[in-house]
């Protein structure tokens, strides 16, 4: 019986690239099943922070800002990582990791040009991933899968 671990990343996270990495050479070989959730950093701090006008604030509800880099402090990164987990398993698994190296290997800035590279590079289907983009209930899961790993008192990335 393989055995299951969840880490919780966030795509704007150096480290989280690097146990993404660590994880790609020794999940099957120690027949672990990696299972990869959401958090973002930006929202953590900014509940941490006082202030009603900051802890208010929610990622999720944020526009994608096409002039930054960062994808809008992750979401759209976020959000792109959700589309590709629609089209199974395996695809999200190529996506993240593609996506990460982009990023922090190569320098690319998440835009959503480098995202729809990435997605075109690992073989997802386009016209369903575009459609997943767009797809508004993805910032629920986002904000879901966030605040489950929050109440279990993650507060950093990557945590396993």
């Known amino acids: ?10 795509y704007v996270c150096p480290y989280s690239w690097r ?9 099957q070989p120690l027949g672990l099943e990696v299972e990869w959730e959401h ?21 999720w509800n944020e526009r994608l800002d096409k002039g930054d880099g960062s994808g809008c402090k992750g979401l759209l990164p976020f959000l792109a990582s959700l589309a590709a987990r629609k089209q199974g398993q395996d695809a999200h698994a190529a996506f993240r990791l593609a996506l990460q190296r982009a990023n922090h290997a190569h320098y690319q800035p998440y835009s ?3 995202v729809r590279g ?7 289907d386009m016209g369903r991933f575009e459609h997943e ?4 209930e993805a910032r629920t899961v986002l904000a879901h899968e966030h605040m489950r790993a929050a109440a279990q008192d993650v507060f950093g990335t990557p945590t396993v």
């Open 133 to 136: 983009l767009a797809n508004p």
């Open 112 to 114: 959503l040009e480098t």
């Open 118 to 124: 990435v997605a075109r590079a690992v073989g997802l």
């Open 39 to 59: 958090f973002s950093i930006y929202q953590s701090e900014h509940q941490q922070r006082g202030g009603a006008v900051q802890r208010s604030w929610q990622i």
């Open 19 to 27: 146990a993404a990495e660590l994880f790609e050479l020794i999940a």
């Open 1 to 10: 019986m393989p055995g299951r671990v969840t880490v919780y990343f966030d």
